[in-house]
């Protein structure tokens, strides 16, 4: 089965745009990882300069889920480092979206996993625990609530309340 791109969803699907239902995050994000492309269900994420709760969500199984941070948009520190991201491959999970920034940029780059991030900086993050789990955040524009759709490739990032099948319709997900 061909691939999809979210150019072509967007193209083939404009009455869900319009309807809000389909949503496209402002081109922010940079692409690191060894998977440009991929998708899953949401767990959102809430924290700032702090990764402790990043770390046990990837601890977690992924079973194919996407982990999407709001860290503020913050640039002063990395939230995401290549150990949790080995870890998240290794667990399974699909990709992992950052509204912040991101360090050991070589190790992601070498990890069978979709990752983006605004920028890349060597100053670590925070370790007190404090963030919200499972809330609805903004980030790039764009409202996105745990258990919506992440669509990603190298044309963006797309999120929807549907499951994506590969001939161009959406359809309620599991």
């Not at 967007?10 to 998977?35: M, T, W």
């Not at 913050?74 to 999970?93: D, E, F, H, T």
């Not at 993050?125 to 903004?138: F, W």
Request: net charge negative.
């Amino acid at each position: 089965m061909a691939l999809v791109t979210t150019a072509e969803v967007c193209d083939a699907n404009p009455q869900l745009i319009v309807g809000g239902e389909l949503r496209a995050l402002q081109p922010i994000f940079q692409i690191y990882g060894r998977r440009p492309v991929f998708s899953g269900p949401i767990v959102t994420l809430k924290v700032f300069e702090d990764n402790v709760l990043i770390r046990e969500f990837l601890e977690e199984k992924g079973n194919g889920r996407v982990l999407v941070v709001d860290g503020g948009g913050s640039l002063r520190c990395a939230i995401l480092g290549g150990n949790p991201v080995v870890q998240a491959q290794n667990n399974g999970w699909a990709g992992i979206v950052v509204n912040g920034c991101v360090r050991d940029v070589d190790e992601i780059n070498g990890c069978d996993i979709g990752v983006r991030a605004l920028h890349s900086h060597p100053m670590k993050a925070n370790k007190k625990g404090i963030g919200e789990k499972h809330v609805p955040i903004t980030i790039a524009g764009t409202r996105i609530c745990d258990g919506e759709w992440l669509y990603a490739d190298t044309d963006g990032i797309l999120i929807s309340r549907w499951s994506y099948r590969f001939d161009c319709h959406f359809v309620p997900k599991d």
